[in-house]
Antibody, heavy 124, light 113 residues
């Protein structure tokens, strides 16, 4: 069955960096676009970034543009989120989520599978 | 401030019918982009309930249904059950001259009385 497992979360000081990983199994990883979605404590869902099936197309939310970057290694069935210059407001649970499409920019995409999430706490 | 607007909370007694609205604008729902709905139980990841405005993935009970009209969408839950108590989020796509992105509603907490 489809499985997405995030790792790499933790406590980090403002201004520092952290890299999240999402290991996938149970499906043809290289066929699908993948997203990161986050949720601040007690708040709603916020889209963070997306990468296409081949890694050639990437998009990020304005709130993280220039600080976060998404990448993938199809040989390892893993997608990454490199988070630099972290701010307190980046605190939250980060979910890896799959869409049933290879495209990063298909407007009608929805998230058919989610990981369990990785908690990132930015605090001094 | 979310791009898509949902009521913060709704409630209903077991067996009743409730609806959750999701209001957007001409750059998202009104631009004919699909609306999708997710259920998030406490302490768990979201799961898709409705995709493509009104389609249910396998395993989702037919008590859940979705609709869309103009710049709004709705999720209806009939025969309310205790296990339906959760947060519900709508999601669509927003495209303007300056940016295109996935957008979510702020979420609605459903309380089963």
């Amino acid at each position: 069955q489809v499985k997405l497992v995030e790792s790499g979360g933790g406590v980090v000081q403002p201004g520092r960096s952290l890299r999240l990983s999402c290991a996938a199994s149970g499906f043809r990883f290289s066929y699908y676009a993948l997203h990161w979605v986050r949720q601040a404590p007690g708040k709603g869902l916020e889209w963070v970034a997306v990468i296409s099936f081949d890694g050639k197309n990437k998009f990020a939310a304005d709130s993280v543009k220039g600080r976060f970057s998404i990448s993938r290694d199809n040989s390892k069935n893993t997608v990454y989120l490199q988070m630099n210059s972290l701010k307190i407001e980046d605190t939250g649970v980060y979910y890896c989520a799959r869409v049933p499409s290879p495209s990063a920019a298909r407007p009608h995409n929805y998230f058919d599978y989610w990981g369990q999430g990785a908690l990132v706490t930015v605090s001094s | 401030q979310s791009v898509l607007t949902q009521p913060p909370s709704v409630s209903g007694a077991p067996g009743q019918r409730v609806t959750i609205s999701c209001t957007g604008s001409s750059s998202n729902i009104g631009a004919d982009y699909d609306v999708h709905w997710y259920q998030q139980l406490p302490g768990t990841a979201p799961r898709v309930l409705i995709y493509g405005n009104s389609n249910r993935p396998s395993g989702v009970p037919d008590r859940f249904s979705g609709s869309k009209s103009g710049t709004s969408a709705s999720l209806a839950i009939t025969g309310l059950q205790a296990e339906d108590e959760a947060h519900y989020y709508c999601q669509s796509y927003d495209s303007t001259l300056s940016s295109s992105r996935v957008v979510f509603g702020g979420g609605t907490k459903l309380t089963v009385l």
